[in-house]
Structure formats: C-alpha cells, structure tokens
C-alpha cells in the first residue's frame, strides 16, 4: 500500500489544499492530511477547530485520513510506513522554498520523496494568508473555502 | 473619471514610490495614495506621521489624495468608486507575491483590477525595509526618499 | 486622449490577449493592438491572417485598432502619440523578460511607461506557443482562442 | 493499474533523467518513457539512438516501458490508459514552464495530472543541453550520464 | 590585501556557510567572517556561541578572521578597509533578495561590491532555518553541520 | 597571480559588460575577457569585429587581457591557470541559468568557481540582445554601449 503524508498548517484548509489532497488520492492508496503542531506559531483557529474542518472536508474519503503530529515531519512518516510527502506549488518563489524542503526531507528521511502537485489555474492563488486576511477585514472568504465548508 | 489607489504602508515612503505615484499619475485622472491600517503590524513610523510625509511629498499634486483606511482594500475601492489598485514590482519574488493578491482582488472586487509598474531601474531596490535598517544603523537614508523630505 | 500599444506577434491572438486588451480598454481611451513585424522569425500565421482574427475579434470596440509596424516600438509609440505600453505576464519568469524590455522602452522612448496587466487564473497560461503546439499535434485548439474565433 | 508517462526528448538521457524515472517506479505501477518525436527539431542523437540507449538504461526494470510517439501528448496517455505525466523540475524557471505545461495537458486530458519531482541535489543541475555541449567542445559527458551508457 | 567580509547571523553556521567561506579564501587575501548583531531578532544560540562556533570551524585558517558587529554593514566594512561583501546563493528567490542589499551597499559604501557564490549543489540547500527546525524536532542536525562541530 | 576568465559572445559588447569587467579586475589581478568561438551560432558582429571592441574599451587596461577560444570552458580555463570564472547576473531567471553552468564548470573543471557579479542598478537589463535589436530597428544603442565605442 502506497501511503502519502500531506502536511501543512491549514489555518484553515481552502478549496486549493482540497483539490490536492483529492488529487493525491488518484495517486496514493492513502493520504494522510498532518496538521504540524508549531506551539511558536499563532494560529487563527485552533488545533481541534482545524482538525474538524478536515475531517468535515474528506468525510466522504475512507482512503484520507486526518491526523496531527508534533516533531519531525521524516519522524511522523517513518511512524505511518509512508514514502511520500504531497505538497502543492502555486509559483516560482514556492517552488524554491518547497524544493529546499524537499531536499532536506530526501536527506533526513533515507530517501523520502516529495511530490508536487499544482492545483487547478482558477484555485492556483488560493492560500490560508489570503483567507486569514479576508476574515480579519470582515470580508467572506467562502469562495476560498471547500465547499459548505462553515467556519463559524 | 478614472480613479485608482495605490495602496501600502508607507513606513516610510520612499523615491520608488513616489516615482510610481506620479507614473500613475500620467495613466489615471485621480491617484488615492492610501494606507492600509493594520493593528497588529508594528510600524517605525505611525500613522500620522506617514500621512504627513504622503502629504507634505504630494503637495503639489492636486490629482493625489492621501488618506488611510482599515478593512479590505476591496472596500475601500468600492467606497472610492475606484476600479484600479495600483502596485510597483520590483523583481520575479515580487510578482509571484503582487499576482497573487491582484487575483485576489479582482475575486473579491467584482474584477477590480490590478496595474503594475515598475519604476526606474536606478530607484528598482529601493524599499522602506531598507531605508529603516539603514536609520536603526544610524546611517543616512536620505537617497533613497522622495527629494526634500525630512524624517526628523 | 490617453492612447496604449499592445505589441505582440498574435501567432495567433489567445484568450489571454483578447482579455488583457478589454482590461487596457478599461484604462485607456484608445488601445492600438499592434503586430510587431520581424522579417526574421517564422509565424504559423501569415501577417494578413493575423491581422484578420485580431480584427475579428475587436471588431465590436470601436476603441481598438488594429494594426502592425515595423522597426522600434518606440518610434511607434511616438507616431502615434501613445506614451504607454501594455504587456501582459503570466509568471516570475516573463516578469524577468519583460521588465527588461520596458526599461529598454522607458530609456529608447523619453520616458515612455510599460503598464503591466495579469488577465484571470484560468487563462494565466495560455500562449501562442500553445496553441500553435495543439495545432501541430493536430489537437482542438479551441478552448484557447477568443470566443467564435476560426483558425481555417 | 497506476500508470505514469514520462515524456521527454532525451538527447541524450541523463542521469537525472535516470534517477527522476525510479522515483516515478516506486510511486507509479508502470512508468512509460516516451519520446515525444518533433519532426521540426535537430537533436544529436537520432531517435533509434535514444530509444537504445533509454533502454540501455531500464533493460532491468520490466515496469518501465520505453516507445515513442507523435502528435499530442495527452493523445498518448489517453491511448496508454495513463492518468499521470510525470517531469522533473530543477529550478524556478523551469517551474515556470513546466506549470504552464501541465495546466495545457489538464485542460487538453480531461483532468490529467502532472506529478513533479526533484532529482538529488548533486543532479539538479543536469540536462541533456549540458550533455551535448560537453561533447561537442571535446569532454568527457560520462559523470551526467547513467552509470555505463556508452555514447559511441 | 583584498579583505572581504562574510556577513551573517550564523545561527548556526552550516557546512554551506563553511563551503562559502573557504571558496572566499581562495579569492581574498583576507576573509572577516562577521556576525551582525541584531538586537530585535532572536537567536537559537547567542553570540558568544555563534562566535565559538565560528571560530572552532576556522581554527585551522589564519586568513580567516572571526568577529561581530553592531550598525550597518557598510560602516563595518569601511573601519576595516574592505571593499569587498561575499554572500551565498541558494535559488532564484535569495538572488532577488540579495541583489536588492547588494545594490543598497554599492549605495551606500562608496561602490562597495558583493561577490556572489554558490557552494556545492548537494550542499545548496542547507540553511541555518533548517538546522534550526531540525533540533526543534529533535532532530540529528549533523549532516547540515560543519564537520567536527558539535552544538552542544 | 590570481587570474580570472571572463567567457562570453560580446556580440557586441554593452556598457553592463565593461562595468563588471572593470568590477573583476579589482578582485583579480588579471581578467581574460574570452570570446567563446561557437560554429552554430550566427552573430551581428564578426569575431574580428568583436575582438576589436573589446580591445578598445580595454585598451587603458593592462590587467584586462582579451582573446578567443574553441572547445570547453574549462579547458581554456585550465591552459591559462585560471580558477576562477566570472559572470553577471542581471535577475532571477539568469541566476537560474548561470548556477546551472557554473555547477558544471566545477564539476568538469575540478572545483573551477564562478563569481558572480551585478553590475549597477540602471545597466542592470542591458543586454547584447537589446542592442542587436535598436540596431535592427534602425534606433541608436549608443546609451548601452561603453563611452566612445563607435559600431561602424
């Protein structure tokens, strides 16, 4: 079984990691959405309030599976007997940054692989900043958000 | 009349975008240079202190308004019946950055769009991060602000 | 009267091209779509059928011209009183290509301003060079070119 | 059955190309290298070449499959029940392209994905342009190449 | 004598930082390997620690010197006659950030000019930030690390 | 004697070149600006012509050497005792091209470096390109050309 762990911060989850996730699950028998516990970063919803949103997201999707972890992201993988790591590249500046990531993955996690994805065009500028920003100028974020997707 | 704003933080303004300012200046009938407030920035300027450079920088300058808002910029154009943003770009990280938030925009503004310039090749790396690591050295940053301003 | 000039070679005009002109149109009294003509390089279309679709296309705005020009874009620009470029980019790296060719503009010109547009996500990839690839894999370019736009 | 294809010119395959197509093997259930045939352009290697030496290169790895085609890419993957691109990415401008490119073959292949993957960082920077260069100025290719391709 | 200065905040220094410095060794006659001292930044290890570090790595180069500084980069320079800043290169992104201080040196320090390099591919993606979210994690950082050097 | 190769077309020579040439000859004791003879290539200027340029601008020049070479890089490197290669970079995109070429000059040229430099701000999109292409266009390129160089 081909496990992939995609993992990121989803404060909160928008449509863009959705359609990842779901794209991954085209290539991966399981994927493993893992929330990175960062007791430094201030989040604007709190770890139970983004696992629930996760899990509402993918309720209809045995094959995802929503988790969080704390420590290395090779650790957690070892851990779930996963090879692979998903992540999303919206643009040249992401690339750079997640490539540098993807090495140091590769080099802590005996070979580890990266796969990146890109989401479709119209979704390709959607991002949890974006959505965080909206809420805080008392704009609707729900165009950015998986649909039905409540955040009150 | 073809309004448009260029919004920013101005801490402090520098020769860039003044340069800008006056570009768009050419292309628009009216230019709000507008800050954006936001309260959980820590800024080296405050807010009327940046109002009063804007000020005192475009004073000869009928068609440039300053003023400063909060909330979404998207409102702020709305209220303004402007239908143009206004955005230097400095660089390849810079666009990956402004592209974004120009979709953004046109998203939450009913296609409010986004006009890019960049200014002269000279003044292209010039930025307010700069002129305020410059004056926490205690250095003289007087190069790189708009010609008679005064920081003190 | 504020007049841009679109230059390009439109081998052929994309969906891309057809929504930045409408967005000039928006900021401008007069947009002149302009086929750069360059004996050296080969074109899939002939600069008669270029002219054609571009004519097609805007043939309902009265505020676009279409024509072509030989020699330097600036020396366009000036013959017809435009004091402004627009160019459209699509990424980090046509950021990189075409500021350089506007700073090469502002200094050839006497100050003549590029204005940079993004046109929507969904198109932000679309190309000439695309299209005329779906062309030469015998593949339906359709999706890609204005709306009732016909390559035959 | 997950099947990935892994297009490319391969004049002359690299090891790069090598290591990027075993990772593809251990996501993928079978990885087609196929040689996209562009009869308008000049490569060193003729075609019969670069098949034998790609399959030099896999002769002991039965899940990757090597051929050629012609027209479309997505017109190849829909005749080999493939859902998968799979294509290396080195740095930010090659991101750039290749986004562009998978954004063409999602929209042309009804939702075919393109999988993006880094080589070690000791061969990010080999291409086949590098290759080709070395022997035509006289040098010794043999360390950017599989482990006992012969060129001769 | 050609002096350069290596600034940076080596928290902690890396085998890339050690890979710089020494390729600088080969060029200058002197290479001042210099911690700026940032009172509003935090530090994983503090000064004293970094400038250990420092200068346990470089115990075997006299022509390496190891010391701190306070304000601008360019005034440090000047009180120690060098005309010359050595920075590394990762990736496109850091080259737009780089090039933007470069420029403000040239600026600011009488045409200062910075030398840019690249050290070893399978070392160019290792950065402080990384062997800083290694031990975060609990993590063996070592591999990122100066040979020999021991963090604790 | 610390020697440096300056490699590249100089078809024609722009004032970008000879500032980073004269950046060079500051850091080294001797510069060869080298003109990298390739057979496939067609050129504006005739390599006579090229070479008569280059000895012109640095005719006041001792250190500045200028010739020709065919083959390799690093073998022109290697007869000339040169570790040491210098190349400008003017943006991102070149970053990612030049690194790429300057891992292969190590790799085939046993740790040979390549120091990269920016010229100034305002010569910083200068290019060879942009100069064949006013002269194309019928315009003057004296402005990006070094002071007294006459193309005639």
């Given at each position: 079984?081909?496990i992939?762990?995609?993992p990121g911060?989803?404060?909160?989850i ?10 991954a699950?085209e290539?991966?028998d399981?994927?493993i ?8 970063k ?7 309030e ?6 509402d ?7 995802v599976e ?5 420590g ?16 999303g ?10 490539s540098t990531?993807a090495?140091l993955?590769a080099e802590?996690?005996?070979g580890l ?25 008392g704009g609707d974020?729900?165009?950015?958000l998986?649909?039905g997707?409540?955040l009150d």
């Amino acid at each position: 079984m081909k496990i992939a762990v995609f993992p990121g911060s989803f404060d909160p989850i928008t449509r863009g990691h959705e359609e990842l996730v779901l794209r991954a699950v085209e290539i991966f028998d399981k994927v493993i959405v893992a929330i990175g516990i960062n007791s430094q970063k201030k989040y604007m919803f709190n770890l139970q309030e983004r696992l629930s949103m996760l899990e509402d997201v993918f309720a209809d999707f045995p094959m995802v599976e929503v988790t969080s972890y704390e420590g290395l992201t090779v650790d957690f993988c070892k851990k779930n007997q996963s090879r692979f790591l998903v992540r999303g590249i919206r643009n040249a500046t992401d690339f750079d940054y997640e490539s540098t990531i993807a090495y140091l993955n590769a080099e802590m996690g005996d070979g580890l692989q990266t796969v990146f994805l890109v989401c479709r065009p119209e979704f390709s500028h959607f991002s949890s900043t974006i959505v965080r920003e909206i809420i805080k100028g008392g704009g609707d974020p729900s165009k950015f958000l998986p649909e039905g997707l409540n955040l009150d």
